[in-house]
């Protein structure tokens, strides 16, 4: 590496970013939940994966390999599982690209990411030296120039996004029929009626009783992903009022938790 590399390493030298990267031998990555905080989103892993899955997106149009560059991993430390990614420095730069534009920390971030990936690309080509004002230059001129396509793209995509955020601030709880449909519309992948029960009693959130009629896991209604409605008829015999299985419905929050199962399906 340059002698202007090894300065402009050295300007960047006790940068957050560089304390939270990790290496196994092969490759250096960053774990989107350490970055998370230093990109100013606190412990809002929910906002702050909708960046990193902007990311994902803008990597597939680039034709890049999305598994490659943001590797999914599940935390076990003891207490409930979580979801994390090891970002390449790439995929890293990608997810400041599609941060809140209004928080301080994006900016940095971007910075730093745009300057250690056109780095790591003069280095690779070895190129001849460059000050550190020429490198930042270069790199924020040609990884924004990436990135604003797949931005376009994005945006195209904002409109269905919108879409489904104001159709789960309006509903309540669906039945299974009404969440097929709506998933359908929404998630760009059709599912029926019957395919969705099929998913459902996959992931343990439904189950058949004796009478084989459908049933929602007390667990799922504990979490406020399912909910069961009272049901009743009249028997034309009696003229009684006959009470009959409850209808499993869809809340909400169990409508947002499978289109997250839908889409991780087709990645």
Do not use: C
Not at 177 to 190: D, H, I, W, Y
């Amino acid at each position: 590496m340059s002698q202007d590399l090894n300065l402009f390493g050295d300007q960047l030298g006790g940068s957050p970013f560089d304390d939270i990267k990790q290496t196994d031998g092969a490759r250096e990555w960053w774990s989107a939940r350490d970055l998370m905080p230093l990109l100013g989103y606190g412990a809002d892993w929910r906002n702050f994966v909708a960046a990193v899955d902007r990311s994902m997106v803008a990597a597939a149009n680039q034709g890049l390999s999305v598994e490659t560059l943001f590797v999914g991993v599940t935390e076990n430390s003891g207490g409930r599982p979580r979801k994390d990614y090891q970002l390449s420095r790439y995929a890293a730069y990608l997810v400041a690209m599609n941060g809140d534009p209004r928080k301080p920390e994006i900016a940095a971030a971007q910075s730093y990411f745009a300057v250690r990936t056109r780095e790591a690309e003069v280095a690779e080509a070895h190129a001849l030296p460059k000050s550190a004002d020429q490198l930042v230059l270069e790199a924020m001129q040609i990884l924004t120039a990436r990135v604003e396509e797949s931005t376009a793209k994005i945006a195209e995509l904002e409109p269905k996004a919108n879409a489904w955020s104001q159709f789960l601030a309006s509903t309540g709880d669906v039945s299974v029929n009404e969440a097929a449909k709506a998933l359908s519309r929404n998630s760009g992948r059709v599912i029926g009626e019957h395919k969705l029960r099929r998913l459902l009693e996959s992931k343990r959130w439904i189950y058949r009783d004796a009478k084989r009629n459908p049933r929602a896991y007390q667990v799922q209604i504990d979490r406020g992903r399912l909910a069961e409605r009272a049901r009743t008829y009249e028997d034309q015999k009696t003229g009684e009022r006959v009470h009959a299985a409850p209808q499993v419905r869809i809340t909400s929050k169990g409508l947002d938790s499978i289109r997250d199962f839908l889409s991780e399906a087709d990645r």
